[in-house]
């Protein structure tokens, strides 16, 4: 059943046509991810959509209740920004609205948090329109996709991954339009210049020996012949322009980069740590903590908000005397303190200053991280967070080192931006250690997991997915114990009641009762 439909719905921000669509539609119950570039107009759609703002044209249709979850939260001065943004939700999905209109509900909540929610979005009764960066929760999550591209907004049926396979195709139909456009426009070039060269030939008299008057008389015996020709040429010509010109798809040169000392860690032992113990007035973060780390591994360091993913990185950076690194190693540092930027250089300046590779390949990378061309050369002062973010990380990723840390790399990236650095880092043949909250971005580019949890460390050798399937196996096997010691004292309890009955044994049932329910519960969510 269709409970919202927005039609001929127009916006824009000054001169600039924001996005444009002829209808989009909203069943109950339904699931929809937003997707677009940052500034393309995800959260004001939202907003329209919501009834929050106005449209510049168009119609909304609706009797159903709308809640929008804002994605800028209010800021505390106790509370923690993951406590705000939990609260926030828990509010809106209290609200029981029709359609539940969600921009970036996972900002600042920990993996733990991000999948509580995944199950509450689950679980929830209305439509969703969820605007996130998060791919895998638009993969657990959405059966349709709405995409903002160069203002329009298009449709697309399936979760996040099938809307990029869908996507892949129609990029593979413009590929295979550019080849047909090019054979098309060279064979007729090709004919074109074939009929000038017997043109010009028809003007030539066949023989060095032949007399003036045979000479007239055979230019004369031909030009009717050469006159069609060139209406052929023309003809010809006029073809070529008239043929639909099809621009050539984006093709990104393959990035080769020899790390400095490359060979001597490949492989190798890098970075030891051993019996490290970490405490930060008098709170313990972990203890005697032992884990190496190889060249060329990447490893994601994962845990709740507050366990010490960051704190860990800056020991090791550090270098304290737990942490043991090869001399042979250069370590490029990315956080989200972007002050290694000069705000009054543009961006080739400024990773130009620290490079250690030629300006073809520093061209090659910005591309990649989606600045091209004249784009190279806007001033950082004048750039978007999400450009500052991949501005800084060229800068480190192309400087004289070969283990790069990185502490929340995404932040402020649009899905695209972090596509594109996925391709960059599963690339680099280097070290890379990074804490991030992105699933996706874990799964893509991890092949191990340094976890802190309970105040200990532990390694998982294995890439995110296989590290979720051993945890939620070790989560199933601890709640069937924890529901068999519940069905064993439920019968005791049962026994004891039919001989026996008191107020006391009735409320030990129930309270039984309710943990047998929350653990089949918990067994069926793992």
Not at 3 to 10: P, Q, S
Not at 407 to 429: G, K, Q, R, V
Request: aromatic share 6%; glycine share 6%.
């Amino acid at each position: 059943m269709i409970i919202l439909e927005a039609n001929h719905i127009e916006k824009s921000i000054k001169d600039r046509k924001l996005f444009g669509f002829e209808q989009l539609r909203i069943q109950d119950r339904e699931r929809i991810g937003l997707v677009g570039r940052n500034g393309s107009g995800k959260t004001t759609l939202l907003n329209i959509l919501a009834g929050q703002s106005e449209a510049d044209e168009g119609t909304i249709m609706t009797s159903a209740t709308r809640y929008l979850l804002p994605q800028l939260k209010e800021a505390g001065t106790v509370r923690s920004g993951g406590e705000i943004t939990k609260r926030y939700i828990d509010k809106a999905l209290a609200a029981k609205p029709d359609i539940l209109f969600a921009d970036e509900p996972s900002t600042n909540l920990d993996a733990e948090s991000i999948e509580r929610l995944e199950g509450q979005f689950k679980r929830f009764q209305g439509a969703i329109v969820l605007v996130s960066h998060d791919r895998y929760l638009l993969d657990q999550l959405c059966t349709k996709i709405w995409e903002i591209e160069d203002g329009h907004v298009r449709e697309f049926t399936g979760h996040y991954t099938q809307y990029l396979e869908q996507k892949e195709l129609l990029r593979q139909q413009e590929r295979e339009k550019y080849e047909q456009y090019t054979a098309k426009k060279k064979q007729l070039e090709q004919a074109a210049q074939l009929k000038e060269q017997k043109a010009k030939k028809m003007t030539k008299a066949p023989s060095k020996h032949m007399g003036t008057s045979e000479s007239r008389l055979y230019k004369m015996k031909y030009a009717k012949k050469q006159k069609m020709m060139h209406q052929n040429i023309k003809a010809l010509k006029t073809r070529i322009d008239k043929l639909e010109k099809v621009e050539k798809p984006r093709e990104l040169p393959p990035i080769k980069m020899d790390l400095p000392d490359g060979s001597e860690i490949q492989g190798r032992r890098i970075i030891q740590v051993k019996d490290f113990t970490m405490k930060i007035n008098e709170k313990v973060l972990w203890r005697e903590a032992s884990f190496d780390i190889k060249g060329g591994e990447k490893v994601a360091v994962i845990g709740k908000n507050g366990a010490g993913k960051t704190t860990l990185l800056k020991q090791i950076l550090a270098r304290v005397p737990e942490v043991m690194i090869s001399p042979a190693v250069k370590i490029g540092y990315f956080s989200q303190n972007l002050d290694i930027l000069n705000p009054e250089k543009n961006i080739l300046e400024n990773v130009k200053a620290t490079a250690i590779y030629p300006e073809a390949l520093i061209r090659t990378v910005l591309a990649r991280l989606h600045f091209y061309e004249e784009e190279v050369f806007k001033p950082v002062k004048a750039l978007s967070g999400g450009e500052r973010v991949k501005a800084a990380f060229a800068k480190v990723f192309l400087g004289d080192m070969n283990v790069l840390v990185m502490d929340e790399p995404t932040n402020f990236l649009d899905i695209h931006a972090m596509e594109a650095l996925e391709d960059l880092l599963s690339h680099y043949e280097g070290t890379v250690i990074f804490v991030s909250h992105d699933r996706r971005f874990i799964e893509n580019i991890a092949a191990k997991m340094i976890e802190i949890e309970d105040q200990s460390i532990t390694v998982f050798t294995g890439n995110y997915k296989e590290y979720r399937e051993s945890r939620q196996e070790s989560s199933r096997d601890f709640a069937r114990d924890e529901l068999l010691k519940i069905e064993t004292k439920l019968t005791e309890v049962i026994s004891k009641l039919s001989e026996h009955p008191s107020e006391t044994l009735e409320q030990e049932f129930q309270r039984l009762i309710a943990e047998r329910k929350s653990l089949k519960e918990n067994l069926t969510d793992i």
